[in-house]
């Protein structure tokens, strides 16, 4: 008899292929609607695998309802959406996508930054709404990239990534991480501050932290308050990292210059959220990964976790294993 699969989103035919060669698959058919809680509930009872997103909850009563499972595998480089704990006390395998989306993310990252500092969508904006009549000396000016400040905060694998393009912009790079990485310093020829010195120092500052307790609003009022008049803060990591509504009270007040997010605390971000009414911020609908080789990539890495998994084979990417 074929193990059972149940996969919690819509998923490109040749990745669907691939498990439907080996397992009996169970799928949730919409592709922008989430599964809700009572249909995930049913449908792991008997599962010997489930296929998830970033903004599915895993938690213990999933897990419970699911005696059988023996491996969570998430099409995601984070994993807060899952109760760790909970999973590794089940014997359950938890696995993620790491790697293939750091040169993609690190892409998108500096695109929010380059948007947000030279205003682009409200130039895009202005032009569509008719109120360009005339060229003018300060109409829509930004701020300058080339030879400005970047300070980066988690300095892992897109933050390296992000590195290597900011120097193309000959920009001088601090970064702010638990660990200081000295080989990285004189290899990527950066500087550590700690994170105070890098809030007062950078005139961009980009979050690129995994989330947990530990760091949720760790940019709040009093990061702002640190922070330089033209400063711009980008956020591509998770959304907890950053407390909102200080965000919206920085960029309305002019503490600092803007901002950009692909990332909020609530997903997706209801559209009368105050931030989206700001016009000096830029707002994404997390697509950090969203290049077709890459979702592709991480979708197959999540496949074939579960594959390996299910065949009695070690997991290629494991966050919790037995």
């Known amino acids: 008899m074929k193990k ?41 009872e008997d599962v010997d695998g489930l296929f998830c997103l970033l903004t599915d909850t895993i938690d213990a009563e999933v897990l419970d309802h699911a005696p059988n499972l023996k491996v969570v595998t998430n099409l995601a480089v984070g994993y807060n959406n899952i109760d760790i704990q909970a999973a590794s006390m089940r014997g359950i395998i938890v696995t993620n996508t790491p790697g293939v989306l750091n040169e993609t993310t690190a892409d998108l990252t500096f695109t929010l930054l380059m948007a947000a500092a030279r205003r682009v969508v409200e130039a895009s904006d202005f032009l569509r709404s008719g109120k360009w009549g ?60 700690e994170l105070t010195d890098l809030l007062q120092q950078s005139d961009y500052i980009c979050i690129l932290l995994p989330y947990s307790s530990e760091v949720h609003h760790l940019i709040g009022k009093e990061a702002f308050s640190l922070m330089k008049k033209n400063a711009i803060l980008i956020n591509s990591a998770r959304g907890g990292i950053v407390d909102e509504e200080a965000l919206y009270h920085a960029l309305k007040d002019g503490q600092i210059w803007a901002a950009g997010l692909d990332v909020f605390e609530q997903e997706p971000v209801p559209v009368n959220h105050p931030l989206l009414s700001l016009p000096n911020i830029v707002t994404l609908p997390h697509i950090g990964s969203a290049s077709v080789k890459t979702r592709l990539a991480m979708a197959h890495l999540a496949a074939d976790n ?6 009695g084979n070690e997991p290629i990417s494991p966050v919790v294993s037995k």
């Open 134 to 193: 005339a060229w003018s000396p300060m109409q829509l000016t930004g701020q300058d990239i080339y030879g400005s400040t970047l300070g980066i905060i988690g300095l892992g694998r897109i933050g390296e990534a992000l590195v290597k393009r900011a120097k193309g912009f000959d920009m001088n790079i601090l970064y702010y991480n638990r660990t200081r990485k000295l080989e990285k310093e004189t290899e990527l020829d950066i500087q550590y501050a």
């Open 4 to 44: 059972k699969v149940y996969i919690t989103r819509k998923l490109p035919e040749e990745i669907l292929d691939k498990l439907l060669s080996q397992f009996d698959v169970g799928m949730w058919e919409e592709e922008y609607i989430p599964v809700p809680k009572d249909v995930l509930l049913k449908e792991v």
């Open 306 to 311: 579960l594959v390996n998994v299910l065949n």
